[in-house]
């Protein structure tokens, strides 16, 4: 595998549900993203995390819990969603989250729906 | 914050003619300005970015954008596009010193035959 690998890319869970979307980067980056991409809206930041600390949470709900155990690994938990939430959820990696000539490499996203 | 405005959310276009997609944003410090593609069922891809020097940057598919400071724009063109270039484009701008970036909402490009 090379790039940015995003798991599961389809993925329908109920409000009541439990779920987790997977981020893996083979890049060698210290530096992973969670972004949310919504229909005719701008892409919206939700987690930075750089060396496996967190460094921004765009004020998101609570019912979305990252975790990132590794460099090279990052996770969105999911529980009681709202219809909402339904969205592609992009996964990203940088080489460092301190200096923007670092490019951003994205992964092909899971598209989430929640019913 | 920043905000990125792409006023057309979809441009129609023939094969071999030219185009011009449309990006502003709001700034009052200086910023980093990007393009990134996303074909379909695909993530992100960065086509070009504006980081210092000369205001025209190009991509290696033929693309290009100018950075206007004056007009707070960077408009990517191409002279004559193909089938291939049918994708969403979004326009991206960074604070200095931080890989944070806002983007736009993205702008539709449909090539036809």
């Known amino acids: 595998e090379t790039g940015v690998t995003q798991t599961p890319r389809h993925l329908v869970m109920g409000m009541t549900n439990k779920k987790s979307l997977k981020c893996e980067q083979h890049?060698?980056?210290?530096?992973m993203y969670w972004y949310k991409q919504s229909a005719k809206k701008p892409l919206e930041l939700m987690f930075v995390?750089?060396?496996?600390?967190?460094?921004e949470n765009n004020s998101v709900p609570s019912r979305f819990s990252p975790e990132c155990p590794n460099s090279s690994h990052l996770f969105l938990h999911l529980h009681t969603l709202q219809p909402e939430d339904s969205a592609l959820y992009l996964c990203?990696?940088?080489?460092?989250?301190?200096?923007?000539?670092?490019?951003?490499?994205f992964g092909p996203g899971t598209r989430l729906t929640v019913t | 914050a920043q905000s990125v405005t792409q006023l057309d959310s979809q441009v129609p276009v023939f094969e071999e003619a030219p185009v011009e997609l449309r990006c502003n944003y709001s700034?009052?410090?200086?910023?980093?300005l990007f393009w990134y593609v996303q074909y379909p069922n695909q993530g992100l891809q960065l086509l070009l970015k504006?980081?210092?020097?000369?205001?025209l940057v190009e991509s290696i598919n033929g693309f290009e954008a100018e950075f206007n400071k004056s007009q707070t724009s960077f408009h990517l063109r191409k002279p004559s596009v193909h089938i291939s270039d049918t994708a969403e484009y979004f326009c991206?701008?960074?604070?200095?010193?931080?890989?944070?970036?806002?983007f736009g909402s993205g702008t539709k490009l449909n090539v036809k035959p």
């Open positions: 890049l060698g980056h210290n530096a």
């Open positions: 995390y750089n060396f496996k600390e967190q460094t």
């Open positions: 504006y980081l210092s020097g000369s205001t």
């Open positions: 990203a990696s940088s080489q460092e989250y301190s200096k923007v000539t670092y490019e951003q490499y």
């Open positions: 700034s009052s410090v200086s910023v980093y």
């Open positions: 991206a701008v960074s604070e200095y010193n931080f890989n944070k970036f806002y």
